[in-house]
């Protein structure tokens, strides 16, 4: 009630002074922004921004989309009014540049001259970061107000995109959070769940794969629509290193990026820093922690030639200060091991208060120092742009590999045309050959894909195509690499499953230019008086299963290999009896799932499993954990219907009543029982959850999950998850690297040859070997069992060279070990996937290992 009447009081004062002239966001918001305790959310900040737009010729506001929890993501458009009334133009322009195969070297020079620097802000896409969805609209309104020749000069230059949350949904959700809990214990405290429906943090490790929605419409922004020369990610970091990262960026760097571009990311850090000493603000550090080596975050944009840039701020309690004394500073990270001056650090913080005011000025310094640059070496960065661009498309005429062709002969042809999905989302020029072709003896027929890499995105097709090799550089000769920030590995095929064949030289053929991913069409091939059969080979297999469960068809599976007339079918093929009204049923999956679906022309063969419909439970922890909601997202686009389990939920027990299937996902042992620390310093600083969310599904639980299998129900764990029954069941499997230290065996991100039994039902449909995406994974040991115990081993790392992507030290701790086990337990059974079987929703190639998981609950 209170804050409605508040609502209308600002409606009332925004109708009134709309017309005596522009608010200022204190006047508009009624508080001061960035006071302590106040925040404005994403619906005020929106509001305010169409009070600017209502009331200046220099900002206009578009409405990029929904978002995955149905708000709307905004992109503010700030720059001169005479630019702004030929936004289209000036985009024209930029769209010429970032594509310039047809654009001869003296226009070029033209539309340099004219054009201007399309340079991109994003904010708090992380949503507790949530100084800079303040400052966005402190910064707009100062742009659009203020008249002095810098301003002028500034907007003549430059468009600026402002967007003041790539996550709105977030955004809204922390202020929600926060305001409840203000004046309590809780003030400024975590959420018990993601700050995004799914993927929480993970918002900003998408950005190759663009599996959200948020994802597509930023990449969209930057792919499609803006062609930006240059991007601003702003962030936060925690409370007690340095207070601001600017750029350089620390090693290591991808072979694939564009040197120029690693100077001009210097170039603006440079200018950041310089101004922010300039007005005395200490403790900024650059070429730190974040390195040049991994793409999925926003600066994936770096591999497509903008030069990509994050700041992070150090943070408060969301909008409540803190105090910080000296003693608790700390470095610790690659570019600063103690906290002390250094080159890249000549002036560190010395402690004291620090609030949400404090960020949200290091900010606007920031911002503006990145629209000074902008300004100041628009047609130098402009000239940039089109030669990385030039150079890429003449660099694929001239060097090796030419192209990457995806062959017509794929596992799952469906998947791959996923993949080409991806590229074309990312505006890669994607091509069909018209006419058989012949390369260095191999004949790859009409219709095979081909990606030329003569084009302006060179860089980051090969670093999406390509195994990657990490580069270990050492700050001395006898020192440990320096650690990558995040995962090691993403090439696409490999972790697709799709075969792909690299073109060595020069080649010339008929090809036509795919505007659309080219899915296989649908094919119901003819009605059938016995039933029909579905290769298990596609993915896409697993939501015809889950669509004809509840459309209440029978669905069977065959667990042998048999003939119907010609055609062969193998073990794990769904045969669908037939039944009144399923035709237009299956007409309907094979159109929109892409698959076939063969009329069988003899009695269906005997001995089939029939696939019930399962009750099936994601477990979720109230430490929010984005493997939980990475795969609750995936299993939804496959149409498996779940249901969240909590705490309270497990307790309660009788699982069984409820459930047939129990998944837990990447989650440690200690999370799921009882995550407060025991010991070491973690304990100390522990930050309790509101009493509702404290604890774990403690000792009852434990016993609880444990009876649910034994009576019959099926336990899947995901990675480290695989610890929780190990231990507590426990299971005769041990994992040879839990005692291993990081110089023995690490595994941050990385693809590995595994082996799968394609005739056990959780290796139905897959190719005898594929890739495991290993991050800080357990390596199984089983052994023998007895009772009513039993273990067979489903995959397997064979004892031969693993790598086939990104770093590992250790590997052969992992040779001969098993990856995926399932074990027969009283009535029931565990089944240990003991990698990152759907990490990120991006392993496309081992989906099915966990979809075949939850159908095979009754199967054996
Ligand atoms: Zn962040």
Same mark, same amino acid.
């Given at each position: 009630m209170k804050r409605n009447l508040a609502m209308v009081i600002l409606l009332l004062l925004f109708f009134s002074l709309t017309q005596a002239g522009i608010q200022t966001p204190d006047e508009f918001l009624g508080f001061p922004l960035g006071a302590d305790r106040q925040l404005a959310d994403y619906h005020q900040i929106i509001q305010y921004l169409k009070h600017l737009e209502a009331s200046s010729p220099k900002l206009e506001l578009l409405h990029l989309g929904k978002t995955t929890d149905n708000n709307d993501l905004f992109l503010a458009v700030i720059s001169s009014e005479k630019n702004i009334s030929q936004l289209e133009m000036y985009r024209k322009i930029s769209n010429k540049l970032a594509h310039p195969s047809s654009v001869n070297p003296s226009e070029a020079e033209e539309l340099i001259k004219q054009g201007k620097l399309i340079a991109f802000i994003t904010c708090n896409i992380h949503s507790t970061e949530i100084g800079a969805s303040q400052m966005a609209i402190e910064f707009a309104y100062e742009l659009i107000t203020r008249t002095d020749p810098e301003i002028n000069f500034y907007l003549d230059n430059i468009i600026l995109l402002l967007m003041p949350s790539a996550n709105p949904d977030g955004q809204i959700m922390v202020t929600e959070w926060y305001r409840k809990w203000i004046g309590t214990q809780h003030e400024g405290g975590r959420m018990p769940w993601l700050y995004h429906r799914y993927v929480g943090h993970d918002t900003n490790r998408d950005f190759f794969m663009l599996n959200q929605k948020e994802t597509k419409l930023i990449n969209k922004v930057m792919s499609q629509d803006w062609f930006p020369q240059a991007h601003l990610d702003e962030h936060q970091m925690g409370s007690r290193g340095p207070r601001m990262f600017v750029p350089p960026f620390k090693d290591p760097m991808s072979e694939n990026l564009s040197p120029i571009l690693m100077r001009l990311e210097a170039l603006y850090g440079s200018n950041m820093s310089f101004r922010l000493e300039e007005k005395g603000m200490a403790g900024v550090i650059d070429s730190w922690a974040y390195d040049s080596y991994w793409p999925g975050g926003t600066r994936t944009a770096a591999w497509k030639n903008i030069v990509s840039l994050l700041t992070e701020m150090a943070s408060c309690n969301v909008a409540t200060p803190i105090y910080i004394d000296e003693v608790e500073l700390s470095g610790g990270r690659k570019g600063l091991v103690d906290y002390k001056q250094q080159i890249?650090?000549?002036?560190?913080?010395?402690?004291?208060?620090?609030?949400?005011?404090?960020?949200?000025?290091?900010? @606007?310094?920031?911002?503006?120092?990145?629209?000074?640059?902008?300004?100041?070496?628009?047609?130098?960065?402009?000239?940039? #742009?089109?030669?990385?661009?030039?150079?890429?498309?003449?660099?694929?005429?001239?060097?090796?590999?030419?192209?990457y062709i995806l062959p017509t002969e794929q596992h799952d042809p469906i998947t791959a045309a996923k993949l080409v999905e991806i590229l074309l989302e990312?505006?890669?020029?994607?091509?069909?050959?018209?006419?058989?072709?012949?390369?260095?003896?191999?004949?790859?027929?009409?219709?095979?894909?081909?990606?030329?890499?003569?084009?302006? @995105?060179?860089? #980051?097709?090969?670093?999406?195509?390509?195994?990657?090799?990490f580069p270990e550089v050492r700050l001395s000769s006898d020192g440990e690499p320096l650690y990558p920030y995040d995962v090691t590995a993403w090439s696409l095929p490999i972790q697709m499953g799709v075969t792909y064949e690299k073109i060595n030289q020069p080649f010339n053929a008929e090809m036509q230019r795919l505007l659309y991913p080219p899915y296989p069409e649908g094919k119901f091939t003819g009605t059938s008086q016995y039933g029909y059969a579905i290769s298990r080979r596609f993915n896409n297999t697993s939501i015809a299963i889950n669509q004809m469960l509840k459309a209440n068809a029978k669905v069977f599976v065959t667990s042998f290999k048999f003939n119907d007339s010609e055609t062969q079918f193998e073990a794990g093929t769904i045969i669908i009896p037939s039944a009144k009204g399923l035709t237009s049923e299956l007409v309907t999956?094979?159109?929109?799932?892409?698959?076939?679906?063969?009329?069988?022309?003899?009695p269906l063969p005997e001995g089939l499993k029939e696939i019930k419909p399962i009750r099936l439970g994601l477990y979720k922890p109230w430490q929010a954990s984005m493997d939980e909601g990475w795969t609750?997202?995936?299993?939804?686009?496959?149409?498996?219907?779940?249901t969240s389990v909590d705490n309270d939920f497990i307790k309660n027990g009788d699982l069984n009543k409820k459930l047939d299937v129990l998944i837990i996902a990447d989650i440690d042992k200690q999370t799921i029982i009882n995550p407060r620390p025991k010991r070491s310093s973690a304990a100390k600083f522990y930050r309790p959850l509101p009493e509702k969310y404290e604890g774990g599904i403690e000792k009852e639980g434990v016993t609880n999950i444990k009876e649910f299998v034994k009576s019959g129900g099926t336990l899947i764990t995901l990675n480290d998850g695989c610890m929780f029954p190990i231990d507590e069941f426990p299971l005769p499997v041990i994992n040879v690297v839990e005692n291993s230290n990081r110089s023995e065996y690490n595994a941050p991100g990385v693809m590995i040859k595994m082996n799968v039994d394609t005739e056990h039902p959780i290796g139905w449909g897959m190719p005898e070997t594929t890739a495991a995406f290993v991050s800080r994974s357990p390596v199984f040991v089983t052994a023998q069992s007895y009772g009513d115990v039993s273990r067979t081993v489903v995959a397997r790392y064979p004892d031969e060279p693993l790598l086939l992507s990104g770093w590992i030290k250790g590997e052969k701790l992992l040779h001969r070990k098993a990856a995926i086990v399932d074990l027969k337990f009283g009535k029931g059974k565990v089944i240990l996937i003991g990698f990152r079987v759907q990490h990120r929703a991006q392993p496309h190639g081992t989906f099915k290992l966990l979809f075949n998981s939850i159908h095979n609950h009754d199967l054996n």
């Open positions: 890249n650090f000549p002036n560190p913080w010395q402690g004291g208060w620090w609030r949400l005011r404090d960020i949200i000025e290091y900010e @606007l310094v920031a911002s503006y120092a990145f629209l000074e640059t902008s300004a100041k070496f628009r047609e130098d960065i402009l000239r940039s #742009f089109y030669k990385m661009n030039i150079e890429a498309i003449n660099k694929g005429k001239q060097e090796s590999p030419y192209a990312h505006r890669i020029e994607v091509y069909k050959i018209q006419q058989e072709m012949i390369i260095e003896g191999c004949i790859y027929p009409e219709e095979s894909i081909v990606i030329p890499l003569a084009q302006p @995105l060179r860089s #980051f097709i090969k670093e999406m195509m390509e195994p990657q090799t999956i094979a159109k929109e799932l892409h698959l076939t679906i063969h009329p069988l022309e003899q609750r997202w995936l299993l939804e686009q496959f149409e498996f219907n779940l």
